[in-house]
Protein backbone atom coordinates (compact mmCIF):
# COMPACT_ATOMS: atom_id res chain seq x y z
CA UNK A 1 0.00 0.00 0.00
CA UNK A 2 3.06 2.20 0.70
CA UNK A 3 4.55 1.73 -2.71
CA UNK A 4 0.82 2.09 -4.55
CA UNK A 5 0.44 5.61 -2.26
CA UNK A 6 3.88 7.12 -3.82
CA UNK A 7 2.49 5.88 -7.40
CA UNK A 8 -0.76 7.63 -7.18
CA UNK A 9 0.41 10.56 -5.54
CA UNK A 10 3.09 10.91 -8.09
CA UNK A 11 0.76 10.01 -10.94
CA UNK A 12 -1.56 12.65 -9.35
CA UNK A 13 0.73 15.60 -9.70
CA UNK A 14 2.00 14.79 -13.42
CA UNK A 15 -2.12 15.14 -14.26
CA UNK A 16 -2.23 18.33 -12.32
CA UNK A 17 1.09 19.85 -14.08
CA UNK A 18 -0.07 18.08 -17.69
CA UNK A 19 -3.71 19.76 -16.78
CA UNK A 20 -2.12 23.10 -16.11
CA UNK A 21 0.01 23.64 -18.70
CA UNK A 22 -2.87 22.50 -21.02
CA UNK A 23 -4.93 25.39 -19.57
CA UNK A 24 -2.26 27.69 -21.35
CA UNK A 25 -1.91 25.50 -24.61
CA UNK A 26 -3.55 22.17 -25.02
CA UNK A 27 -1.87 19.32 -25.34
CA UNK A 28 -3.73 18.15 -28.18
CA UNK A 29 -0.66 15.14 -28.74
CA UNK A 30 -1.79 13.42 -25.46
CA UNK A 31 -5.57 14.06 -26.30
CA UNK A 32 -6.14 16.84 -24.33
CA UNK A 33 -7.96 19.37 -27.16
CA UNK A 34 -9.82 21.72 -25.07
CA UNK A 35 -9.10 23.78 -21.23
CA UNK A 36 -12.49 22.12 -20.68
CA UNK A 37 -10.27 18.66 -20.72
CA UNK A 38 -7.49 20.30 -18.98
CA UNK A 39 -9.91 21.22 -16.00
CA UNK A 40 -11.45 17.77 -15.86
CA UNK A 41 -7.50 16.48 -15.96
CA UNK A 42 -6.66 19.03 -12.96
CA UNK A 43 -9.71 17.43 -10.93
CA UNK A 44 -8.67 13.55 -11.91
CA UNK A 45 -4.87 14.78 -10.77
CA UNK A 46 -6.01 16.64 -7.43
CA UNK A 47 -8.19 13.20 -6.68
CA UNK A 48 -5.75 11.08 -7.59
CA UNK A 49 -3.11 12.42 -5.50
CA UNK A 50 -5.90 12.92 -2.44
CA UNK A 51 -6.44 9.04 -2.73
CA UNK A 52 -2.62 7.94 -2.73
CA UNK A 53 -1.71 10.13 -0.38
CA UNK A 54 -4.97 8.96 2.58
CA UNK A 55 -3.92 5.19 1.80
CA UNK A 56 -3.38 3.63 5.41
CA UNK A 57 0.14 3.06 5.79
CA UNK A 58 0.87 -0.59 6.93
CA UNK A 59 3.39 -1.44 9.73
CA UNK A 60 6.44 -3.19 8.77
CA UNK A 61 8.90 -5.32 10.78
CA UNK A 62 12.81 -5.10 10.26
CA UNK A 63 13.55 -8.57 9.00
CA UNK A 64 17.00 -10.41 7.01
CA UNK A 65 20.32 -9.96 8.17
CA UNK A 66 20.74 -7.42 11.57
CA UNK A 67 21.65 -4.00 11.47
CA UNK A 68 22.13 -1.51 13.43
CA UNK A 69 19.34 0.04 12.55
CA UNK A 70 17.31 -2.14 14.14
CA UNK A 71 17.97 -1.55 17.37
CA UNK A 72 16.22 2.17 16.75
CA UNK A 73 13.04 1.28 14.32
CA UNK A 74 12.46 -2.83 14.26
CA UNK A 75 8.91 -1.56 13.31
CA UNK A 76 8.13 1.32 10.75
CA UNK A 77 6.08 2.67 8.13
CA UNK A 78 7.88 4.22 5.72
CA UNK A 79 10.93 2.62 4.20
CA UNK A 80 13.59 2.66 1.67
CA UNK A 81 16.28 1.20 0.67
CA UNK A 82 19.65 1.62 -1.89
CA UNK A 83 22.88 0.21 -2.57
CA UNK A 84 26.15 0.00 -5.02
CA UNK A 85 28.85 -2.04 -5.90
CA UNK A 86 32.21 0.36 -5.34
CA UNK A 87 35.69 -1.17 -6.81
CA UNK A 88 37.59 0.07 -3.58
CA UNK A 89 38.27 -1.40 -0.36
CA UNK A 90 35.57 -1.57 2.97
CA UNK A 91 38.40 1.34 4.26
CA UNK A 92 37.93 3.53 1.19
CA UNK A 93 34.18 3.27 1.21
CA UNK A 94 33.71 4.08 4.65
CA UNK A 95 36.28 6.78 5.00
CA UNK A 96 34.02 8.33 1.85
CA UNK A 97 31.02 7.51 3.77
CA UNK A 98 32.04 10.03 6.65
CA UNK A 99 33.68 12.35 4.65
CA UNK A 100 31.42 13.00 1.21
CA UNK A 101 30.17 16.70 1.45
CA UNK A 102 27.43 18.73 -0.44
CA UNK A 103 28.87 19.67 -3.47
CA UNK A 104 29.81 16.21 -4.24
CA UNK A 105 26.92 14.86 -4.15
CA UNK A 106 25.14 15.55 -7.77
CA UNK A 107 21.90 18.07 -7.26
CA UNK A 108 21.84 17.76 -3.72
CA UNK A 109 22.29 21.58 -3.03
CA UNK A 110 18.89 22.48 -5.60
CA UNK A 111 17.14 19.44 -4.48
CA UNK A 112 17.55 20.21 -1.02
CA UNK A 113 16.92 23.98 -1.45
CA UNK A 114 13.66 22.55 -3.17
CA UNK A 115 12.59 21.63 -0.35
CA UNK A 116 13.12 24.34 2.31
CA UNK A 117 14.05 27.12 -0.12
CA UNK A 118 16.27 29.98 1.62
CA UNK A 119 15.72 33.00 0.98
CA UNK A 120 15.94 36.56 2.28
CA UNK A 121 17.84 35.82 5.84
CA UNK A 122 20.34 33.20 6.39
CA UNK A 123 19.04 29.99 8.23
CA UNK A 124 20.86 28.04 10.80
CA UNK A 125 23.02 25.47 8.90
CA UNK A 126 21.24 21.74 8.74
CA UNK A 127 20.67 18.67 6.17
CA UNK A 128 18.58 21.53 4.19
CA UNK A 129 20.70 24.12 4.33
CA UNK A 130 24.01 22.12 4.65
CA UNK A 131 27.59 23.63 3.88
CA UNK A 132 28.85 22.97 0.42
CA UNK A 133 32.04 21.66 1.66
CA UNK A 134 31.70 20.16 5.27
CA UNK A 135 31.01 16.65 5.33
CA UNK A 136 27.48 15.66 5.21
CA UNK A 137 27.15 13.44 7.92
CA UNK A 138 29.21 16.26 10.57
CA UNK A 139 26.38 18.89 8.99
CA UNK A 140 23.62 16.41 10.17
CA UNK A 141 24.72 15.74 13.67
CA UNK A 142 25.10 19.16 14.28
CA UNK A 143 21.95 20.59 13.03
CA UNK A 144 19.20 18.52 14.44
CA UNK A 145 20.67 14.59 14.03
CA UNK A 146 21.50 12.42 16.26
CA UNK A 147 24.53 9.45 15.86
CA UNK A 148 22.84 6.40 17.08
CA UNK A 149 25.35 3.97 17.31
CA UNK A 150 28.20 3.25 15.08
CA UNK A 151 30.25 -0.08 14.46
CA UNK A 152 33.45 1.44 12.83
CA UNK A 153 34.71 0.64 9.32
CA UNK A 154 30.74 -1.00 8.98
CA UNK A 155 28.01 1.09 9.61
CA UNK A 156 26.72 3.87 10.81
CA UNK A 157 23.12 4.71 11.63
CA UNK A 158 21.56 8.78 12.28
CA UNK A 159 18.02 9.55 13.69
CA UNK A 160 16.07 12.80 14.10
CA UNK A 161 12.11 13.76 14.64
CA UNK A 162 10.34 14.58 12.18
CA UNK A 163 7.25 15.45 13.56
CA UNK A 164 7.72 16.41 17.28
CA UNK A 165 3.87 17.83 19.46
CA UNK A 166 3.64 21.17 20.29
CA UNK A 167 4.25 20.79 23.76
CA UNK A 168 7.46 18.61 23.37
CA UNK A 169 9.91 20.70 21.16
CA UNK A 170 11.43 21.83 23.04
CA UNK A 171 13.19 18.76 24.55
CA UNK A 172 13.73 17.86 20.58
CA UNK A 173 17.43 18.51 21.14
CA UNK A 174 17.68 16.65 24.67
CA UNK A 175 17.13 12.97 23.10
CA UNK A 176 19.64 10.44 23.28
CA UNK A 177 19.91 7.02 21.70
CA UNK A 178 18.31 5.02 24.67
CA UNK A 179 15.46 7.37 24.27
CA UNK A 180 15.39 7.39 20.88
CA UNK A 181 14.83 3.61 20.75
CA UNK A 182 12.33 3.04 23.20
CA UNK A 183 10.02 6.34 21.94
CA UNK A 184 6.52 5.59 21.67
CA UNK A 185 4.59 8.97 22.49
CA UNK A 186 1.60 9.46 20.59
CA UNK A 187 2.26 12.57 18.40
CA UNK A 188 5.69 11.51 17.31
CA UNK A 189 7.95 10.72 13.86
CA UNK A 190 11.01 8.99 14.20
CA UNK A 191 13.06 8.56 11.29
CA UNK A 192 16.67 6.65 11.30
CA UNK A 193 18.95 6.17 8.05
CA UNK A 194 21.70 4.02 8.18
CA UNK A 195 25.16 4.03 6.08
CA UNK A 196 26.79 0.36 5.81
CA UNK A 197 29.75 -1.17 3.87
CA UNK A 198 30.29 -5.13 3.39
CA UNK A 199 33.79 -6.49 1.90
CA UNK A 200 32.78 -8.81 -1.16
CA UNK A 201 36.10 -9.39 -1.66
CA UNK A 202 38.26 -9.24 -4.60
CA UNK A 203 38.49 -5.37 -3.97
CA UNK A 204 35.35 -4.81 -4.36
CA UNK A 205 32.19 -3.41 -1.29
CA UNK A 206 28.72 -2.68 -1.22
CA UNK A 207 27.40 0.15 0.25
CA UNK A 208 23.52 0.35 1.21
CA UNK A 209 21.54 2.96 2.77
CA UNK A 210 18.35 2.24 4.09
CA UNK A 211 15.30 4.64 5.76
CA UNK A 212 12.77 3.78 8.06
CA UNK A 213 10.39 6.16 9.68
CA UNK A 214 7.97 5.31 12.71
CA UNK A 215 5.11 7.31 13.34
CA UNK A 216 4.22 6.62 17.09
CA UNK A 217 -0.40 6.97 16.59
CA UNK A 218 -2.94 6.50 13.29
CA UNK A 219 -2.97 10.06 13.12
CA UNK A 220 0.77 10.87 12.92
CA UNK A 221 0.80 7.72 10.79
CA UNK A 222 -1.65 9.33 8.17
CA UNK A 223 -0.25 12.74 8.06
CA UNK A 224 3.56 11.55 7.38
CA UNK A 225 2.62 9.27 4.82
CA UNK A 226 0.71 11.77 3.38
CA UNK A 227 4.17 13.90 3.29
CA UNK A 228 6.29 11.28 2.87
CA UNK A 229 4.62 10.14 -0.55
CA UNK A 230 5.20 13.34 -2.17
CA UNK A 231 8.47 13.89 -1.44
CA UNK A 232 9.84 10.06 -1.89
CA UNK A 233 10.95 10.64 -5.18
CA UNK A 234 13.41 13.64 -4.47
CA UNK A 235 14.60 11.63 -1.33
CA UNK A 236 15.27 8.66 -3.12
CA UNK A 237 16.98 10.72 -5.94
CA UNK A 238 19.27 12.34 -3.78
CA UNK A 239 20.27 8.53 -1.65
CA UNK A 240 21.00 7.23 -5.53
CA UNK A 241 23.12 10.24 -5.86
CA UNK A 242 24.77 10.37 -2.46
CA UNK A 243 25.87 6.64 -2.58
CA UNK A 244 27.22 7.23 -6.42
CA UNK A 245 29.58 10.57 -4.67
CA UNK A 246 30.66 7.77 -1.83
CA UNK A 247 31.92 5.92 -4.78
CA UNK A 248 33.79 8.33 -6.76
CA UNK A 249 35.26 9.75 -3.66
CA UNK A 250 36.31 6.04 -2.62
CA UNK A 251 38.17 5.70 -5.82
CA UNK A 252 39.65 8.82 -6.06
CA UNK A 253 37.84 10.48 -8.74
CA UNK A 254 36.76 13.80 -6.55
Known sequence: MNGLGVVLVDLGIAAVFLGLVSLVR?????????RRRAAVLIGFGVLLGLVGALLPAPIQRA????VLLDDFVPVYESREFHELRVQASPERVYDAVLNV?????????????????RLGRDKPESILNPSARRPILEVATSGGFLKLAED?????VLGTLVIVPPEAR???GAFT????????RPGFAKAAINFR????????SRVTTETRVHATDSWTRRRFAAYWRTIYPGSALIRVMWLQAIRDRAQGRL
Not at 101 to 117: D, G, H, V, Y
Not at 197 to 204: A, I, P, R
Request: hydrophobic residues 40%; glycine residues 10%; without cysteine.
Open 197 to 204: VKDEGNGW
Open 170 to 172: RYR
Open 177 to 184: PPMFAALE
Open 26 to 34: PLRFLGIRS
Open 152 to 156: PGREI
Open 63 to 66: AGEP
Open 101 to 117: TAEEIRLFLFLTWLRSP
